[in-house]
């Protein structure tokens, strides 16, 4: 008997890439989206709504039973909007499997996370308003949001919960823009300000595999949480090394110690997208997700892919948070000439 299962989004980077997935096994798909951007392949059932729309929610579950859904869509909604979701498709779909985040934890991006650190607090009914960011950007609002839809579907869900806290996700159709503004930059060459230490190991997760290693979640009887980082990575210098190979740059890479890029406010994570001092920010341990059968391509496969996508017209979602993402070459001017 053919399998169903739902997709919450499903028509822009992970949820497209979990549509796809899901229809390369032979699954019947069923997506709920608004319709506001991005496509849904022609393969997949499409139901249009709004998942903070009580009415749509009900007519959504009359769509149903699925064997499971995964919630691809959750990432800007308070708990309680994730909460309503969760009450109105119970019983209408076997396993829940919910994309959530590395900033659930307490300690990130701080200290080596497993999966039994300890996670915010935060209520399975709050608001948009719950929770503050520290002073150093750690926890974080969004931190707090994310751990109180973890909770929201854990109370309804509860030993059927499937919870995937991947860290950076990378790959064609990256709608935040951090690796495609590499590209763009190892493509402009000249002198490319970089972030010491060049040896440090970047741990992003391919779009791609996750989607994978989402489907086999939906697939398999093995529940509970599970951090998605990739095991090998990349060093800062072999990946902007990889990015100006990729782009045919002719550039030259200038290491600025951390005090210098602070000396000159240099934001952290966006000014110079994938750069962070804190000491945990990549240490957080996939093994679990390893021994449950993630695999994760080469970094420098994640790049070129993303560079063909980018060169074939592929052009990511808008979104607000790629206008956070990248250096303006007149501050970077003025960091290279501090350097001497």
């Not at 009415?55 to 869509?73: F, N, Q």
């Not at 190892?186 to 489907?215: H, K, S």
């Not at 420098?300 to 017209?313: F, K, L, S």
């Not at 250096?327 to 350097?339: D, F, G």
């Amino acid at each position: 008997m053919t399998r169903r299962i739902l997709v919450l989004g499903g028509s822009w980077f992970l949820g497209r890439a979990v549509v796809g997935e899901a229809l390369a096994r032979g699954w019947e798909v069923t997506t709920f989206t608004r319709g506001r951007s991005g496509s849904v392949p022609e393969a997949a059932r499409r139901v249009r709504g709004d998942r903070t729309v009580s009415a749509d929610l009900d007519r959504l579950a009359a769509e149903g039973p699925w064997d499971a859904v995964v919630d691809t869509s959750s990432s800007e909604l308070a708990p309680r909007e994730v909460r309503k979701a969760v009450r109105a498709l119970r019983g209408r779909v076997g396993r829940w499997v919910h994309v959530s985040t590395v900033s659930v934890y307490a300690g990130w991006p701080h200290e080596h996370l497993t999966e039994e650190s300890p996670v915010l607090d935060c209520p399975a009914d709050a608001g948009p308003e719950f929770g503050y960011t520290g002073p150093d950007g750690s926890p974080t609002v969004y931190g707090f949001q994310k751990a109180g839809g973890e909770r929201a579907v854990l109370e309804v869900f509860g030993p059927e919960t499937v919870l995937l806290r991947p860290g950076v996700i990378l790959g064609p159709g990256e709608y935040v823009g951090r690796l495609p503004w590499w590209l763009r930059r190892a493509e402009r060459g000249g002198t490319i300000l970089a972030p010491e230490p060049r040896g440090l190991r970047l741990r992003p997760v391919d779009v791609r595999d996750v989607a994978r290693f989402a489907m086999d979640r939906a697939e398999s009887g093995a529940t509970g949480p599970y951090n998605l980082a990739h095991p090998d990575g990349l060093t800062w210098e072999d990946f902007l090394r990889t990015c100006l190979r990729t782009t045919g740059g002719t550039g030259t890479v200038r290491w600025a110690p951390p005090g210098t890029l602070a000396a000159h406010d240099v934001r952290q994570w966006t000014e110079l997208p994938l750069w962070r001092t804190h000491a945990g920010v990549w240490e957080v341990d996939p093994t679990r997700a390893v021994a449950a059968g993630l695999h994760c391509r080469p970094l420098a496969e994640t790049v070129a892919e993303t560079w063909d996508w980018m060169r074939e017209g592929g052009a990511a979602i808008p979104h607000p948070r790629a206008a956070e993402h990248g250096i303006s070459p007149e501050r970077e001017t003025a960091v290279l000439a501090a350097l001497g």
